[in-house]
């Protein structure tokens, strides 16, 4: 049986129909500063040891911070915070320019004020995926916020309603 090669276009177009929440991943590396994007490929891995997993686009401005990153955090957006979520998704831009930010209380990384949830993490793997590098966090603080989160679904943002 021949391998099945689906259309790119009809792949990423299936992708946007799975929902998910929206976060900001922050690092801070010598040479490069803070650098900061927004992701949706983002999930929990394991539990023990406590690991998180985030997909970085090997084109993304930031993506030499990152492969040399010893950290990063990440911030889970909140419904009010779409304008965050697209200004860290801009490219050729100064993300933190105007920005606010809080120091990690652990890591002293960029977070995003007011967000659901803060994560700093240890940089513990970074595996090829294509075109894109996951990069592993094991997870070393996290801080739960109340809010309503940010979801994004068909390359759009909007809020999540229980049925």
């Known amino acids: 049986m021949p391998d099945a090669v689906v259309d790119p276009v009809d792949f990423r177009n299936a992708m946007a129909r799975f929902p998910s929440g929206v976060t900001v991943v922050t690092t801070r590396t010598d040479g490069h500063g803070a650098a900061g994007f927004t992701a949706s490929a983002f999930s929990s891995l394991s539990l023990d040891p406590p690991l998180v997993l985030v997909c970085l686009d090997k084109r993304a401005d930031c993506y030499d911070a990152f492969a040399t990153a ?5 911030s889970f957006l909140t ?9 860290f998704a801009t490219k050729g831009i100064d993300k933190f ?21 803060h994560l700093e993490c240890d940089t513990h793997d970074r595996v090829d995926g294509g075109d894109h590098t996951i990069f592993v966090g094991k997870v070393l603080r ?3 916020h109340e809010g309503e ?4 679904f068909n390359r759009t943002f909007g809020r999540f309603t229980a049925v």
């Open 149 to 152: 989160p940010l979801v994004h």
């Open 79 to 87: 419904v009010n915070q779409v304008d965050v979520g697209m200004r």
């Open 142 to 144: 996290a801080a739960v």
């Open 97 to 117: 320019e105007g920005q606010p930010t809080i120091p990690g209380p652990l890591t002293g990384l960029p977070l995003i004020p007011d967000a659901l949830v």
């Open 70 to 74: 010893a950290q990063f955090a990440v």
